[in-house]
């Protein structure tokens, strides 16, 4: 008797699941029924020939925007492992969807708030912390942003429980620039390495959700690791935003051993002397993140030079001699 009780209550449970499950064919009462999309992460470069895993970062973000860019949810998560099978759950359903994801945030960023319904992908995402025009050191943080391809949901009034997959590509927007200033032995009769400066400054410490940056955003000045010191050169190692055309990015070096208020080796768009670089195949914006910049000092008027000095300035963008420029000092 029992074995066909219990008989009776199994087949009375599966005729349930078959007319009232979320994935059953009847369409009534499915309009609750869970849908989202899982995403995955990797990192890949135009110029790669495959794809790798970011490993630990200290935080990720991750937003889902409808097909009118507006935030339908956003999850922030702390010390996670992007690996080969890490993803999230976004539970999103009945329309399509983007997902924008941002890997490394740290507290070297105030981040903004964000609001279901009005939040758009042009809003601020975050914001570079500074101190009297001098941005916080980005030393030892990166900074990753992508979007996944739009993913489609049906209505589960219709259609019932449905999930689907996507991935991002996330892209790194920092960048490392090792500068380095070299006065040539031969033609310097007297030098001082310790009067050598440089500053690094651009407008891109304001970041948007979809990784674009305004204009007309305040140059900020980008703190060095350094200056080490070797018998005719310096160097300085730099950390900072993304590097893109338009974001008034200089390079200013000066020498203080003539002159109290400092005289200028050189002054210029560091992103032009990239772009140079790039067009002979020593550089590359989509695909590089760490630059070295090095300025050969040569004095190209030896006999005049306790009278008039004067220097010639070569530039050189990873060991490519992009331009010389002399100097009336």
Not at 25 to 52: E, N, W
Not at 172 to 190: G, H, Q, S, Y
Not at 210 to 226: Q, V
Request: some cysteine.
């Amino acid at each position: 008797m029992m074995n066909v009780r219990n008989k009776i209550l199994i087949t009375l449970f599966a005729l349930g699941t078959i007319f009232w499950g979320c994935d059953s064919l009847i369409y009534d009462d499915l309009a609750d029924c869970p849908q989202g999309v899982y995403v995955k992460f990797y990192s890949m470069t135009p110029c790669a020939t495959d794809s790798t895993f970011l490993g630990s970062v200290p935080s990720l973000t991750l937003f889902a925007f409808d097909e009118n860019d507006r935030l339908v949810t956003s999850v922030t998560q702390s010390n996670v492992t992007l690996s080969r099978d890490y993803e999230v759950l976004m539970p999103v359903s009945d329309g399509s969807f983007t997902f924008i994801g941002w890997a490394g945030v740290n507290d070297k960023f105030t981040v903004s708030s964000f609001t279901n319904g009005t939040t758009t992908k042009k809003d601020v995402m975050l914001k570079l912390n500074a101190t009297s025009g001098v941005a916080a050191s980005l030393e030892d943080s990166q900074l990753w942003q992508g979007e996944s391809p739009a993913v489609y949901l049906p209505d589960p009034a219709k259609y019932g429980t449905l999930y689907k997959h996507t991935s991002i590509n996330l892209r790194e927007i920092t960048n490392r620039v090792k500068v380095i200033a070299e006065f040539d032995k031969l033609t310097m009769k007297d030098y001082d390495t310790k009067a050598l400066h440089v500053e690094v400054s651009s407008a891109n410490g304001t970041l948007r959700i979809d990784g674009s940056m305004p204009i007309n955003e305040t140059a900020l000045t980008y703190p060095f690791a350094g200056p080490a010191y070797a018998d005719n050169l310096v160097t300085w190692d730099y950390s900072t935003l993304a590097l893109k055309t338009g974001y008034n990015n200089k390079l200013h070096i000066f020498y203080t051993g003539n002159k109290e208020e400092g005289e200028t080796v050189f002054n210029g768009d560091l992103i032009a002397m990239i772009l140079l670089a790039a067009q002979n195949g020593k550089a590359n914006l989509d695909c590089d993140n760490d630059f070295t910049i090095k300025v050969l000092i040569k004095d190209y008027c030896v006999e005049c030079w306790e009278n008039n000095p004067a220097f010639s300035c070569s530039i050189y963008v990873n060991d490519w001699l992009i331009h010389s420029y002399q100097t009336d000092l």
